[in-house]
Structure formats: structure tokens, C-alpha cells
């Protein structure tokens, strides 16, 4: 891979200049800084940011535009160790991105030592021979100069002891905006030569239906993480514009089900005289419209799933 980027470094300037386009993925534990980070390079929220591990499921894809550059970012689920059917296909769906994208960003907090959950995916990193892989140190706005020199050190260490080198080692700051764009400019060289992938105007490739159940899956999770971390699954069964609307005017319907695993969770999710429900009704159909840039009515029906995480004709229903 090395050889590659130089070559084309020192080869003869021509008239063109040269266009990369190609997929990059962020791993890292959960709370690592990934779906921030997507969300700095885009320009747009379109990963879920959440304090809370696995919230993101699908592979939403950011895509940042650049006139050398095409960059599409893969979100894949973390890596873990699989207790259900569902840990198992996650953790499948991972393995197969990894091999299939052009580099790999493996995210590092500088405000946490480096502990065996980051041992275990740079382990299985390791393993993974022809992708390059650059390590991003997240959150460097909440350490000091030693703090962050020691964790370079720790991290250059990490790769040496696996037996790889890291393509690049870039301490970046996405809520304050630091190092953002140096990033991008160290994933563009990894890319193969190529024309964009997507239409300019395209930040994500993930339909819209699922990035609407997403927000609304974050609005309902929000204040009962304990309770149900991940017993939620949103399914948005239709959107459609409302007819006889004047064009100027536009409404779009939403249907959407919220599916949980035992009965016994439909209060907490509805909350008392359905306050709760409610709320997650309000919260989500801002961020939707915001998303989709139009009004929108927003029909939510809780609904019991029994035991879906573990049963595969329901995680297929559930777009797993």
C-alpha cells in the first residue's frame, strides 16, 4: 500500500489532477467518538450519536465530498462478544466491512487508557493483513499536551506488539472542530484512483425510512437505557405525502411501530397517561423534519415483539 501512494506522488505532473473515491470504516468500543467523528467529517448528522453503546445498527454511510475526493464512511455496529443470535450477525456484518473497505480508523479516546476492549479489536484488526489502518485519537479537547503525548506513545506501542504499523497516528477533536479536515486529508491518499461513487448532493446512501426509524429508536432509548438498552427496534411502515395538500404546504405521514420485547416493557416506554410516548413523539419529528426538510405527522403505536433479539424470523422482519 505504501509503494502505491508514493508512486503516485512522484510521478509526473499531469494536466488532471488526480480523483480518489472509496469507503473508509470506523471501529472502536462503544463511546470511542465514532458517529461524532462521521458527523464532523460530513458536515451533517447522519450517524446517531448516543452516550449509550450499540446504537448504531445499520451501516449508515456518510459521505464526504471533496473536489480530489470522494470519502464514504461505513458505520459498522462494534464488535463484541456475541451472548444472542443478534451479537453473532453483528459481529459477522464487522468482519466482512473490514475486509471489504480501502482503510480502516480505528478511534481511540485520549481520555481513556488504552484498556482490553481496545486490545481485543486491534487484535482482530491485526489479523486483517491488506487494509491500512490509521489510529484516530478522539476527544483530545479534554486532555493535556502529556496526557495526549502519552497516549500516542501507548497506541504507536499497541500496533508494534501486533506485529502491524499503523498507516497514520492523528489525534483529531470533532466537538472542537480540531484536526477534522487533516484527517480527511490523511484517509484521501489511502483511496484508489477513481470517480465519485455518488451524486454530489448524497451525504448518506441509507434510505430515508431507516434513518427516520433511527431517530426515533434515539428518542425512545433516551431515558431508559438502563431499563431496555437494546430491547427497542423501530419500523417505519410507511411515509407518504398527505394528499390534497397545496404544494407549498406539503405534510408527510409517518407510520411507525416501536417494537419491544415483553409486555411488561410497554409502560415504561408509554410512560405515565402516555407522557413518555409522547415526548419521544415531539423529540423525534423535529430531528425527522430537520432531516427531510419537510413537515411531517408522525404516528407512533408501541408493539410487543416477543424475544426478538434471539428469534431469526423477527430480526429479519426488523431489517437485521
Given amino acids: 500500500m505504501g509503494a502505491m501512494s508514493v508512486r503516485t506522488q512522484s510521478s509526473e505532473p499531469s494536466g488532471e489532477e488526480i480523483h480518489r473515491a472509496g469507503f473508509a470504516c470506523f471501529v472502536g468500543r462503544p463511546n470511542a467518538g465514532k458517529s461524532t467523528l462521521t458527523n464532523a467529517l460530513v458536515g451533517k448528522k447522519v450517524a446517531i450519536t448516543a452516550d449509550q453503546p450499540q446504537t448504531t445498527r445499520h451501516t449508515v454511510r456518510g459521505i464526504v465530498h471533496r473536489p480530489d475526493a470522494q470519502l464514504i464512511l461505513v458505520d459498522t455496529p462494534g464488535l463484541h462478544k456475541p451472548r444472542t443470535l443478534l451479537g453473532q450477525r453483528l459481529n459477522d456484518v464487522v468482519r466482512t466491512t473490514w475486509a471489504e473497505v480501502d482503510v480502516i480508523g480505528f478511534c481511540l479516546p485520549a481520555n481513556e487508557k488504552l484498556g482490553p476492549g481496545d486490545r481485543f479489536i486491534a487484535k482482530e484488526l491485526a489479523s486483517i493483513k491488506k487494509t491500512p489502518k490509521v ?156 432531516l427531510l426538510g419537510t413537515p411531517v405527522f408522525l404516528d407512533l403505536h408501541v408493539k410487543v415483539a416477543k424475544d426478538w433479539q434471539r428469534d431469526p424470523r423477527q430480526l429479519r422482519k426488523l431489517g437485521f
Fill in 135 to 290: 489510529a484516530i485519537v478522539t476527544k483530545t479537547d479534554l486532555v493535556d499536551s502529556k496526557q495526549l503525548a502519552e497516549q500516542l506513545i501507548a497506541i504507536d506501542q499497541l500496533g508494534k506488539e501486533l506485529g502491524f504499523e499503523w498507516a497514520q497516528i492523528v489525534p483529531v477533536s470533532a466537538v472542537a472542530d480540531k484536526q477534522v479536515d487533516l484527517l480527511a486529508d490523511l484517509l484521501v491518499p489511502l483511496l484508489p484512483e477513481g470517480p465519485a461513487l455518488y451524486p454530489e448532493g448524497d451525504l448518506t446512501d441509507e434510505p430515508e425510512q431507516v434513518m427516520v426509524a433511527e431517530l426515533i429508536r434515539e428518542a425512545a432509548l433516551e431515558g431508559v437505557r438502563d431499563e431496555l438498552p437494546h430491547s427497542i427496534a423501530v419500523v417505519v411502515e410507511e411515509m407518504l405525502p398527505r394528499e390534497d395538500r397545496p404544494a407549498d404546504k406539503p405534510l408527510l405521514d409517518i407510520h411507525a411501530f416501536v417494537y419491544i420485547e415483553r409486555p411488561s416493557q410497554k409502560g415504561i416506554i408509554i410512560g405515565p397517561k402516555g407522557k413518555r410516548l409522547k415526548d419521544v413523539g415531539i423529540k423525534s419529528r423535529k430531528q425527522i423534519e430537520a
